[in-house]
């Protein structure tokens, strides 16, 4: 298992590429389970092919550093949000491991189905942001469809494909599943619409 990874994140329309700080992110931390270090460790090795990129949402870097899920994460490992995604830009697939933490609880035992849904949103931003445009995208419309409760404190796994963009290049839609971490059991599903950000905006 990595100790850490140099990564860069794209930056935001106006944003100089000054301002895009690179940093070392700490990867599975004390607050991992030790079953998803192990699904973490599985999935890592897709990197050993050229086409799939590693993304850490909670990354340091000046786009993430106040966004609400590092937020809430922030000096508190395994407590809330907890996830590494590998997403493969030429044939648009994501892959990802996560852990919902105590403070993501809603029913005894079970993530809230907004702290689920917040999951599923940031896995489909990095499938749009980085397989549909060159551009940065925002969530227009999202449908989720719980399957099952989702629990707390276990490893998931994360799947999503890029399903299609319109003919005028400002929309592309994407579709992101939670699974169990062995991929049999189905807990949540939504189809996504992202669209263009606006400079204005």
């Known amino acids: 298992m ?3 990874q140099q990564i860069t994140i794209s ?10 700080q690179e940093c070392v992110v700490p990867l599975p931390n004390r607050g991992w389970l030790t079953e998803s270090i192990e699904l973490y460790d599985e999935l890592n090795k897709l990197t050993e092919s050229e086409d799939w990129v590693k ?13 609400f899920t590092r937020r ?17 830009t030429r044939e648009g697939k994501l892959k990802g491991v996560c852990q919902f933490g105590p403070l993501t609880q809603g029913p005894p035992g ?6 689920v849904a917040s999951l599923l949103d940031i896995a489909g931003g990095i499938l749009a942001n980085h397989t549909c445009l060159s551009k940065p995208m925002l969530t227009a ?9 989702t629990p707390i404190m276990r490893a998931l796994l994360v799947e999503g494909e890029f399903s299609n963009t319109a003919e005028t290049g400002r929309k592309c839609w994407v ?9 049999e059991t189905l807990m949540a599903e939504s189809s996504l619409l992202f669209v263009e950000l606006k400079p204005s905006l």
């Open 141 to 149: 419309t999202m449908n989720v469809n719980y399957k099952r409760a």
């Open 55 to 67: 993304f850490v949402p909670h990354d340091k870097t000046v786009l993430h550093r106040n966004t």
């Open 110 to 115: 079970r993530a809230h189905g907004g702290a």
């Open 175 to 183: 579709n992101c599943r939670i699974k169990s971490s062995d991929g």
């Open 11 to 20: 930056g935001e329309p106006g944003q100089t590429e000054e301002s895009i």
């Open 2 to 4: 990595e100790k850490g």
């Open 72 to 88: 809430i994460s922030d000096n508190q490992p395994g407590q809330a949000f907890e996830c590494i995604f590998f997403c493969n």
